[in-house]
């Protein structure tokens, strides 16, 4: 703890943590690596676990990197290089996102219609997403415009 006038050069505990944090990351990807094949081969189920999964930890890490790009250490200290890779990455993500979801949800559209025509739908099913779509306004576009 630093005495009274005395300014800390750097908080030690907040490299301790960024330390922990690329830790807990390498695990993480290290589980996702081992248990690829088994969800390449596994049943709907596990497809859609593990998607969540990733989906969960995706949301996580980029929320901690929006935290990060606020942390005035970053924005003082990060060369433009730096700050420069983390943007070419995140734009080919977000990029490989936008197309999956537009790929997926018309995708989805057009078989649901499919089988809603052919009588296939399980009206179990679709009666519940009805309503809940009352509800909720079910799935909408981002408003956010750029």
Do not use: C
Not at 39 to 58: C, K, N, P, S, Y
């Amino acid at each position: 703890m630093s005495r009274p006038g005395e300014v800390r050069v750097i908080d030690y505990a907040f490299l301790k943590q960024l330390d922990e944090w690329v830790k807990m990351q390498k695990r993480v990807l290290e589980t996702f690596r081992e248990t690829k094949q088994r969800v390449d081969e596994g049943d709907r189920l596990e497809l859609i676990v593990a998607t969540r999964a990733a989906f969960q930890h995706m949301i996580r890490t980029i929320k901690a990197f929006d935290n990060w790009l606020q942390d005035p250490v970053i924005i003082a200290h990060v060369p433009r290089e730096m700050l420069q890779e983390v943007w070419d990455v995140m734009y080919k993500v977000l990029e490989q996102l936008l197309e999956i979801d537009i790929k997926h949800t018309s995708d989805v559209r057009d078989l649901l219609e499919k089988l809603a025509k052919e009588g296939k739908i399980n009206p179990l099913v679709a009666a519940a997403k009805g309503g809940e779509e009352e509800e909720t306004g079910g799935r909408r576009p981002s408003t956010m415009m750029i």
